[in-house]
């Protein structure tokens, strides 16, 4: 669910290394899971999506696993690059007129060369 | 090709003065449209959203509205800003039957209240 009241957690990386940011998600009800990212001081992007009757999607360099059982969330990035420092936001959503999406609490990924 | 713009991109406001910030969408008709704020280090919360014209949705009562006044357009105003009220300020869209229900964002708009 929402959680725009708490400070962003950081995970630190070494350039080259994967990355694993974990989401919780709290909607039993939610169909459709986003991941984006937000650089400083401009909107967040569209990375990668996965419906609910899938529990892994690949793109280039990302995989999103879907737990629903324990309604967990997580992005992989591989071999981590100096561009992928952003904060990532997992988001849910469920077929609706108003299509609302609720974000997730971000994580703040930094990159250590 | 779709585009959403957002203007001003950044705002000082004094505490008590009003408000209008500004979202158009160009490429598409009939969008949902959505104001989300985000303080620094935090979230992002859903302000308002909308599903046609003059149809307005509030999430979070507060000292802001919103108002659609064309299909491809999208205002938040208040009559009187807080301290509170600042923060970073997204629009976005999405259109349904795309078989993608995720967001285009724009730029934001950083507002400062002093």
């Known amino acids: 669910g929402e959680s725009v009241g708490l400070h962003l957690p950081t995970l630190s990386v070494q350039e080259g290394d994967n990355s694993i940011i974990n989401c919780a998600y709290s909607?039993?009800?939610?169909?459709?899971f986003i991941w984006y990212k937000q650089e400083s001081g401009k909107g967040p992007q569209f990375i990668i999506d996965i419906r609910s009757n899938m529990d892994k999607r690949q793109g280039q360099r990302v995989t999103v696993l879907l737990n629903k059982t324990v309604k967990h969330l997580s992005l992989q990035i591989a071999a981590t690059q100096p561009g992928d420092s952003a904060v990532y936001f997992c988001a849910e959503t469920w077929y609706s007129s108003a299509s609302k999406i609720i974000f997730g609490s971000g994580t703040r990924l930094s990159i250590r060369p | 090709s779709q585009t959403i713009h957002q203007w001003p991109a950044t705002l000082v406001q004094p505490v008590g003065s009003p408000l209008s910030l500004e979202c158009t969408v160009e490429g598409t008709s009939n969008p949902n449209l959505y104001w989300y704020r985000q303080a620094a280090g935090r979230g992002l919360q859903l302000l308002f959203y909308?599903?046609?014209?003059?149809?307005i949705s509030s999430e979070v009562p507060q000292n802001l509205s919103a108002s659609r006044p064309q299909d491809r357009q999208f205002i938040l105003s208040s009559k009187k800003l807080l301290l509170s009220d600042s923060g970073f300020y997204l629009c976005?869209?999405?259109?349904?039957?795309?078989?993608?229900?995720?967001?285009?964002f724009g730029s934001g708009t950083r507002l400062t209240v002093v």
């Open positions: 976005a869209w999405s259109v349904l039957g795309r078989g993608n229900y995720g967001y285009t």
């Open positions: 909308s599903v046609g014209i003059g149809q």
């Open positions: 909607n039993s009800a939610s169909d459709y």
